[in-house]
């Protein structure tokens, strides 16, 4: 039985690099695990004024993530941090106070950028967010992406193959680590 993974590419931008990254991990990804892309585009800024009548844009989010048995967030790494957007659709997901989304979710973070240090800072300001809303986040391997549109391909090829099988075990360990976290605490 396949393991349903929503995946959140935090740019916004149809060309992004981080979204030919999720399609590369995709292609290496083992059998057994299914991913739907959660779009977070449409979603209006959070406001708290919001909580009892969540906008469309935001209620789909939350089913969608209610659909998924794991998380994959591959985002850039904007002025040090994540983008707003990305923020926008964790504040989102997270509320109203005690129907936070993330509660107990498997969560895996990557992320790629043309500097030589990828995605690091971005990563950790991500995993600061994802702990305060309780997500199992997998730890190690980290993976920051210094983006070669050479070796990683908009058709998810990835030409490098020391690349290739980095990609291919961390997807590996992406799958093991979910496979951990649903023993203990099965999504309902």
């Known amino acids: ?78 002025n040090r941090s994540i983008p707003g957007a990305l923020k926008n ?3 989102w997901a997270s509320r109203p106070w005690g129907e936070n989304s993330f509660d107990h979710m498997p969560a895996g973070i990557i992320g790629a950028s043309v500097g030589a240090i990828g995605t690091a800072v971005a990563q950790q300001s991500l995993r600061a967010c994802l702990s305060f809303c309780n ?30 099988e980095f990609l291919t075990n961390y997807m590996q360990e992406f799958r093991d680590h979910v496979e951990r976290v649903l023993t203990v605490l099965p999504r309902a």
């Open 89 to 91: 659709a964790i504040d």
């Open 1 to 78: 039985m396949a393991r349903k993974v929503g995946y959140i590419v935090g740019s916004l931008s149809k060309d992004s690099i981080n979204r030919i990254l999720g399609q590369c991990l995709i292609a290496v990804a083992p059998d057994d695990l299914e991913f739907t892309e959660i779009p977070i585009a449409d979603l209006p800024l959070y406001n708290r004024d919001l909580d009892g009548d969540y906008p469309p844009p935001a209620t789909a989010l939350k089913d969608a993530i209610a659909a998924s048995e794991a998380l994959l967030f591959i985002t850039p790494e904007y």
């Open 135 to 164: 997500a199992r986040q997998m730890t190690a391997p980290e993976a920051y992406i210094q983006f070669d549109p050479e070796t990683y391909l908009p058709s998810g090829e990835v030409t490098d193959a020391a690349s290739k």
